[in-house]
């Protein structure tokens, strides 16, 4: 850890905004959450914000320290996204769990307990002492920034045993007529043979700018399984950055797919601990990006355990001035032996201008490993064009083809038929150039 | 009798090095043609030419397809005009699986003659028609264009899609090559099949023996740039027996 010396304005900001705000903040949540909230605060003047990324936080956001009433029609976000999928949907509003939906806590059929966090973390002190913070380090200044700010999204219980195949479907709205800053913190725990998957939607609801910083803690009990799908369709005035901390213990799997259709920047970082003998872990991600847009996926997977396996594929179509950034660290501790880990990342850039920087970074101290990763950058192939052609498919056409074959190996990996079909349909229509950010909402934000 | 493609005195270059020197060759509807000749003499190079791949560079010459000047035509127009290439070297679209492919291309074809997209089952059910034509292994449609395909599979590949796409000029790079005994009778047996008399096939191949199936009625010699030989069949026995050293010879004037 890196401590800082000079203390930037924007970082002053956030301190001062903490000090006045700390006793309601404290007043409003349960101790565990509190005890994380001194180390956030601690670890954030220790550490800042990353000096590239201070820019973007220069904007004077507002930030909501509590949910403030906002007006949309319910049914319209229900609509808004896969009229075939059949699952449950709970929705945060600029950061806060939005109870027009039912109860801040709700309990699904196998018992399983979805809803506000902050309203869990009253109910189920014991959970949030084993967990809530146990995952996500303050490596990362944001993080830190989270924990100390962190108020209120998703909590998901699944109890041991539950098997529950119905997707949840968390959807994100930012919607303000200002621009805002948006924090908000989930927690997930994954209890002994349990099986769940959640679909996470972001959307932003008004042409404003947003920032979102959120940090999500998924824990994987033995034996458990967890989907995790992101599906981020911003607009270019949003900025995000997504923590995702995830640990799993032995036998347990779990699977994630980033989409990333449209956003301003965006960062999304993936940690995941294999903290018990034979866990698996697929991590999947795909960026199309164009304009001046900004793309990071920053992996990091610890083999702390043997025999553990992990695969990574991100695929990337970067266009006009896009940039992007894929940095894949895989961590193979010394007694890890019998790990098998896996990496890939590949792109695909359409103009001489769009850019992209990828960074494998393998760090193995076991002997007896099975690892690979491998990077591509390039055009579409000249050769299967023109085979495509030769067959009088159309170059435009062909190319959209090609386009659409590169990204579906990454969308074919999402379990749940109808919202593969649905994300096929998105990427199609995106690569087509034909998706707004806002297109899969029935309200419209322009 | 009408021409269907004709070629006049066709340059073309590749990076400054002249590959045709003068091509000029004439197809009628209904007829079959060979063009043999050594390696690098630049029959592949002709045949992309005239299915619209831009390697190399023309430097002069025309070449008319059923009277229109070729080069106004890109190769998606020219295929969709009725000429089709097969490969010598067939490319693999990993992703792109052959029924997507197929029905793209099939429905751009029908486009262009003004007919609607076939249903997904009148598509499935030329799909077989054709698959058991040319005999393909049905799963092969399921999986990725030519991804993973053996040698000879990708060769029968070819003819599945000029059977689907029934062209009405047929230029055959080497289809025959790799291909075992009864494969290449399949092969044959395709091409012969799909034969009208309103349509022509171009055969390029080294071996006399597919030209025991795929009876031509005129076949060339392509040597270094150059048509510098053209007669019936039995030109093809007598290049099997003498060699090209004969044609060398020939054409240095020994
Ligand atoms: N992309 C290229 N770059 C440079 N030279 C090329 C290229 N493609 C072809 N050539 C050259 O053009 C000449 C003709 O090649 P072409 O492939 O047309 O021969 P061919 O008659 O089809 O030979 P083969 O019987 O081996 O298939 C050769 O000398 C070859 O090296
Ligand atoms: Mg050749």
Redesign the pocket.
């Known amino acids: 850890m890196q401590n800082k010396t000079v203390i930037s304005d924007i970082e002053r900001e956030f301190i001062d905004l903490y000090k006045e705000n700390r006793s309601m903040f404290e007043a409003k949540a349960s101790a565990p959450v509190n005890m994380v909230r001194k180390s956030g605060i601690r670890d954030f003047e220790k550490l800042g914000i990353p000096t590239p990324l201070q820019p973007l936080f220069r904007n004077g956001y507002r930030k909501y320290l509590e949910p403030r009433k906002v007006e949309f029609d319910l049914a319209s976000v229900f609509q808004c996204d896969i009229p075939t999928l059949d699952a449950h949907l709970v929705l945060l509003v600029n950061g806060f769990f939005d109870k027009k939906n039912g109860n801040s806590l709700k309990e699904l059929p196998s018992g399983i307990i979805i809803g506000s966090l902050a309203s869990a973390s009253h109910k189920f002190p014991g959970l949030f002492e084993k967990h809530y913070g146990k995952y996500a380090s303050h490596k990362d200044g944001l993080v830190a920034l989270n924990s100390a700010f962190a108020q209120d999204g998703i909590f998901l219980y699944v109890p041991e045993g539950s098997v529950y195949k119905k997707p949840i479907q968390i959807v994100n709205l930012v919607m303000a007529k200002e621009d805002i800053m948006v924090q908000h913190r989930n927690l997930i725990i994954v209890e002994k043979n349990a099986e769940a998957g959640v679909i996470i939607c972001d959307h932003a609801m008004t042409p404003n700018k947003f920032l979102t910083n959120s940090v999500t803690e998924i824990y994987t009990a033995e034996n458990a399984s967890f989907d995790y799908v992101k599906v981020q369709n911003e607009h270019n005035n949003a900025v995000q950055f997504s923590h995702i901390f995830v640990n799993q213990e032995a036998n347990s799997s779990m699977t994630s797919n980033i989409m990333t259709l449209h956003g301003g920047v965006v960062r999304n970082n993936v940690n995941v601990l294999l903290n018990g003998e034979g866990a698996e872990n697929n991590s999947y991600g795909l960026y199309l990006v164009d304009r001046e847009q900004h793309v990071d996926n920053y992996t990091y997977i610890d083999h702390a355990k043997p025999n553990c396996f992990s695969n990574q594929l991100y695929k990337g179509v970067l266009d006009d001035s896009a940039t992007g950034a894929f940095n894949g660290r895989i961590l193979v501790r010394k007694d890890s032996q019998k790990t098998h880990a896996y990496q890939a990342n590949n792109n695909i850039l359409l103009t001489d201008d769009a850019k992209i920087y990828t960074k494998p970074q393998l760090e193995i101290y076991a002997d007896d490993v099975k690892c690979s990763h491998g990077a591509t950058v390039g055009q579409l192939d000249e050769e299967a064009l023109f085979y495509m052609r030769a067959r009088g498919i159309p170059e435009k056409e062909a190319r959209l083809i090609m386009m659409f074959a590169f990204a579906h190996e990454v969308i074919g990996n999402v379990k749940v038929e109808a919202l593969l079909k649905r994300i096929d349909e998105l990427v199609e229509k995106r690569l087509k150039g034909e998706l707004s950010p806002c297109d899969n909402c029935a309200m419209k934000c322009y | 009798m009408k021409s269907m493609l004709s070629i006049k005195d066709l340059r073309a270059s590749?990076?400054d090095?002249e590959?045709l020197k003068g091509i000029t060759l004439e197809v009628n509807e209904g007829e079959v043609h060979a063009i043999m000749?050594?390696?690098?003499?630049?029959?592949?190079?002709?045949a992309s030419l005239v299915a619209g791949k831009e390697?190399a560079d023309v430097t002069g010459g025309s070449i008319t397809y059923l009277g229109k000047n070729l080069f106004d035509l890109n190769p998606e127009e020219r295929s969709k005009a009725g000429i089709f290439l097969g490969f010598?070297y067939p490319i693999e679209i990993p992703g792109v699986t052959m029924v997507n492919f197929l029905k793209a291309a099939l429905n751009e074809h029908r486009k262009h003659k003004g007919l609607e997209p076939l249903s997904a089952k009148d598509f499935l059910k030329l799909l077989r028609e054709k698959k058991d034509l040319v005999e393909i292994d049905s799963k092969l449609t399921n999986r990725s264009v030519n991804a993973g395909f053996s040698g000879g599979e990708k060769k029968k590949n070819e003819i599945f899609q000029m059977a689907m796409l029934e062209p009405k000029l047929a230029i055959l790079?080497?289809t025959d090559s790799g291909l075992d005994i009864d494969a290449l009778k399949i092969v044959a047996n395709g091409v012969n099949k799909l034969k009208r008399k309103d349509n022509a096939t171009i055969v390029?191949t080294?071996y006399q023996r597919l030209l025991d199936y795929i009876i031509p009625d005129y076949v060339h010699v392509?040597f270094d740039g150059r048509i510098v030989k053209s007669g019936g069949k039995e030109l093809a026995l007598e290049l099997e027996k003498k060699g090209y050293e004969w044609i060398k010879n020939q054409v240095n004037g020994n």
Not at chain 2, 37 to 46: A, D, E, H, I, R
Request: proline share 5%; net charge negative; hydrophobic share 30%.
């Open positions: 590749i990076e090095k590959i000749g050594p390696n690098g003499s630049g029959k592949s190079t002709l390697l010598q790079d080497e390029i080294h392509l």
